[in-house]
């Protein structure tokens, strides 16, 4: 009985280690984007995509490259839209990166 809790223990931290590696590693990737282009991406999406990479690489660690796939592939469709109707540049991409990450845990669980 102590073994198996020891395994179970042991498998939840190197879960929660890779959880915490992932998420590291997507924040950086926003925090340079943010660094080279201020104005394409902003500081609210650096902070906002934190606990959602927790969030989603908890569920389904495979999930974060997809949730950041469809989060790209609406705000760029959405970004051709606004430009071709309103003539504007500036699109929100915190939705998109909401609706995805709920997307990726709705379809995880």
């Known amino acids: 009985m102590v073994i198996c ?4 223990m042991n498998r939840e931290l190197t879960r929660a280690a890779l959880c915490v590696v992932v998420t590291a590693l997507v924040i950086s990737m926003y925090g340079l984007l943010h660094r080279l282009s201020p ?3 902003g ?4 902070l906002l995509v934190a606990p959602l990479t927790l969030a989603v ?7 974060v490259l997809w949730w950041q796939l ?3 592939t609406t705000g760029a469709a959405h970004a051709v839209w606004v430009r071709v109707r309103s ?8 939705p ?3 609706v995805a990450a709920w ?5 995880s669980v």
């Open 5 to 8: 809790a020891a395994t179970i």
């Open 39 to 41: 104005r394409s991406l």
């Open 103 to 107: 997307l990726m845990l709705v379809v």
């Open 57 to 63: 690489a908890y569920v389904a660690v495979e999930r």
């Open 87 to 94: 003539g504007s540049s500036h699109v929100p991409f915190g």
């Open 43 to 46: 500081w609210g999406d650096v």
């Open 70 to 72: 469809v989060a790209a």
């Open 96 to 98: 998109h990166l909401l």
